[in-house]
């Protein structure tokens, strides 16, 4: 079972119509895309740069990407994560809220 709140914070990061500073700021709801977590300064802080690139989530995406390769998902040949199973949205759910932002 999956929660509503799961689904609908997922489905905004997939769709990238979230509160991430690459789209809050189209909607002028902060001054700039460029990532807000330390040791960054990615320009587009958006779900994909937090999941593949973001150093400051580099802790992080180790274990997320354990938690994937226990699934049979190689993490390195995706940019979203697969959305039939419930553990991996989950999984990349939490670990986006690990970095503070809001979604
Ligand atoms: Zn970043």
């Known amino acids: 079972m999956i929660s509503r709140v799961v689904i609908t914070k997922f489905t905004r990061l997939c769709t990238g119509y979230n509160l991430l500073p690459h789209y809050s700021f189209k909607l002028r709801l902060n001054n700039s895309t460029y990532c807000l977590l330390p040791n960054c300064g990615g320009e587009y802080c958006n779900f994909q740069h937090l999941?593949?690139?973001?150093?400051?989530?580099?802790?992080?995406?180790?274990?997320?990407?354990i938690l994937f390769?226990?699934?049979?998902?190689?993490?390195?040949?995706?940019?979203?994560?697969?959305?039939?199973?419930v553990n991996i949205i989950k999984d990349t759910l939490y670990f986006i809220l690990q970095s503070g932002l809001q979604i």
């Open 51 to 65: 999941l593949i690139n973001c150093p400051s989530l580099s802790i992080q995406r180790s274990q997320l990407k």
């Open 69 to 85: 390769s226990t699934s049979d998902i190689n993490f390195s040949v995706i940019d979203a994560p697969p959305t039939d199973k």
